[in-house]
């Protein structure tokens, strides 16, 4: 509605009681809640690919293959090497039983002959020549056992020639082709990217410093895409993160959504502009905000004799005089009702606010009154 006076046209609303929803708008990107970059610990050439682009995977699929020539000629190796070993343990033993049975025998003939023969040094010599082949069987078997741990190692090798998806989900990157060299030196390099099931994902936004105090995990949002203007989606707050971050001055919060995603419509990467509930207030009173920043113009000068000193001094334009408003003291401030054609002050004192209209906590303002809010034109 509008109120009219002297020279001047005014816009008025009513004051409404109602619900007050309090949001906080902030931006960011959706992403998959588990994300695994699936690379290779060997070096070698590709021999086949067998995913694709957006392919759905299992636990211990087969993503690729290396070419495994090199790999099957050390395994052929190590298990010539471990039979070998074991060969040389027989033969250890074989030697072990000779020794043992020639000291006997000198034992029994020095038994025999009360001590006379053999002598001393040939007694010396088989416990020596005994000695030497247990520690050589020793020798031979530990030997076999370093062949066995080279054998399982070049057949783990082999088995890591076939890199398998480690997680259920789809295949979001593929860095390679057929044919291509892997090198693995320092680091694995990153042949898949995989994102375990897209129907839930994470939407990862910033939220400036000066709403982080109202934002608590549990609150629900909403949120839109680019690529569904017409469309909002439902979203949860699960974590509040404490670290900051600095961009351009500003400092941000990063705050994580969780997000449901049952027919695969949003993707990765895509960029989201959430509203989060904050606050919400049942049977409030609601004055618009645009009330709370308006001052009236002060009443013209009635015409009067001035004199000539008068008319010489310098005096503000009619009509733009401006009432000096001090009662912005904390959240005590003052809105304008407008009631035959005269500005009546009312004090208030304002609670949460959605940025459109805000809540009165305290003041003589009631449902249905008419409160002014900007002025609309100038009278001639």
Known sequence: TA?????LQYKTEQVRRGELTVIVTATGTLQPTNTVSVGSELSGIIKGVEVKYNDRVKVGQVLARLDTSKL????TQSKAALESSKAKVLQAQATVSETRARLSQLQKVKELSNGKVPSQSEMDAAEAAFERAKADAASATASVSQAQATLQANETD????????PIGGVVLTRSIEPGQTVAASFQAPVLFTLAEDLKQMELHVNVDEADIGKVQEGQKAVFSVSAYPNRTFEARITQVRYASTTTSGVVTYETVL????PDLSLRP????TADITVKKVENAILVPSAAL??????????KSSIGLV???????PVGTQQYNDTTTNGKQ?????????QFSPVYVTTGSTSGLMTEILAGYIQPGMEVAVDIITGGK
């Open 3 to 7: 109120g009219k006076t002297t020279a």
């Open 72 to 75: 099957e000629a050390q395994l």
């Open 158 to 165: 082999l088995s890591k020639s076939i890199i398998r998806s």
């Open 258 to 261: 969780k997000v449901d995603n």
């Open 269 to 272: 990467g895509m960029t989201a």
């Open 293 to 302: 920043r308006f001052t009236p113009p002060a009443q013209q000068e009635k």
């Open 310 to 316: 008068g008319a010489l001094l310098p005096r503000p």
């Open 333 to 341: 401030q003052r809105v304008w009702i407008l009631k035959n054609g």
